[in-house]
């Protein structure tokens, strides 16, 4: 494992195999498995993957899954939202989750909601390094708190606790916090979105709608030349994508994506300074492990390290990108199974 973790609770009876269904809930697509998880090794029973704007609710979806497959002995979601009290309204989805309706609905007693950051930080208990990529070393054995942030359809980020022996994952909700601008450009970029959206979070910028809404300014306020072909692209696709694919071809995207970057290493920091996350800074979701390019230019790295007094801090901590796209999954596994 990347980081130690306490499996020291799981009784006699949890020793033995049981079997797990392990989901992944986003507002864009919903990864479900059905695991049969043993004392020293996990067995993948059934897969699939959805697109979860087509179903009403996650009960709909769940019960297609689970047709003709056995029950599960238990179940645990990671939810694209807070979960509070067993309940999860997600965020960029029109989903509410219950614990307890699941549990009613399916006749299954052990049912765990927890969110999707909380459920990649624990699944970092089974990851290897060949899951990740160094971006910057740090120090060498590191120790402390650690930090996971994850841009995809939204902007994700959770911590982990570090009690001096193994590692305690926690929710966060901070990807809702305000953007804060740093330079004139920022501040014209901010009135902008302000207009459209009001609250401006740093989710409005660090995530796949936010590259969108980060092109969009440039061309139509900063009057970027955007060329036909370009155009032609987006016709059918997702834009975010596209304009990652092509910052070697078009002025605009190269610097779309800069502005990404530097956002995200802002935000980053200010993670790691609100967690004091020496431990690590481990960053998830879907974009980062198809731009690493982007990463190792120095733009992610030296807008890193831009807190001033306390940049000694942020040169101290590792930063790592998870390339295992299952990571939320195993995780809501591995918490089904210890807890």
Known sequence: MLLPFDDTKKSEANHQDKIVLA??????????????????????????????????????????FLKGLPLPDVICFGVAG?????????????????????SNHFGIKNIHLINDLEATAYGLAVLTEKDITVIHKGNDPASGNAAVIAPGTGL???????????????????????FAPRNDFDFE???S????????????????PGIVNIYQF???????????????????ADAASVISQYTEESGI?????????????????NLVLKLKATGGLFIGGGIAPHIIPLFQNNIFYSSFCQSGRLNYLLEKTPVKIILNTKTALLGS???????
């Not at 994700?156 to 305000?178: C, K, M, Q, R, V």
């Not at 979105?193 to 796949?208: A, N, P, T």
């Not at 596994?333 to 807890?339: E, G, H, I, L, S």
């Open 253 to 269: 995207c190269k610097e779309t994506m800069g502005l990404f970057i530097r956002y995200l290493a802002y935000e980053s920091a």
């Open 189 to 191: 970029l901010y009135n």
């Open 23 to 64: 989901g992944d809930i986003g507002a864009t697509k919903t990864n479900l498995e059905l695991i049969k998880w043993g004392k020293n090794n996990l067995v993948v029973l059934h897969k699939a993957k959805y697109s979860s704007r087509d179903y009403k609710n996650i009960i709909q979806l769940t019960g297609e």
């Open 156 to 178: 994700g980020e959770a911590g982990l606790y570090w009690d001096g022996n193994i590692y305690h994952p926690f929710a966060t909700e901070g990807g809702h916090s305000d």
């Open 333 to 339: 596994a591995w918490y089904a199974c210890n807890n």
């Open 82 to 102: 807070p979960v509070l009290t067993g309940h999860a309204k997600l965020s960029n989805i029109d989903w509410e989750i219950d614990g307890k309706e699941i």
């Open 193 to 208: 979105l302000q207009k459209r959206f009001g609250h401006i979070s740093w989710e409005r910028l660090v995530c796949g």
């Open 218 to 236: 440039l061309r139509d306020e900063k009057k970027r030349d955007e060329p036909g072909w370009l155009q032609e692209k987006f016709i059918n």
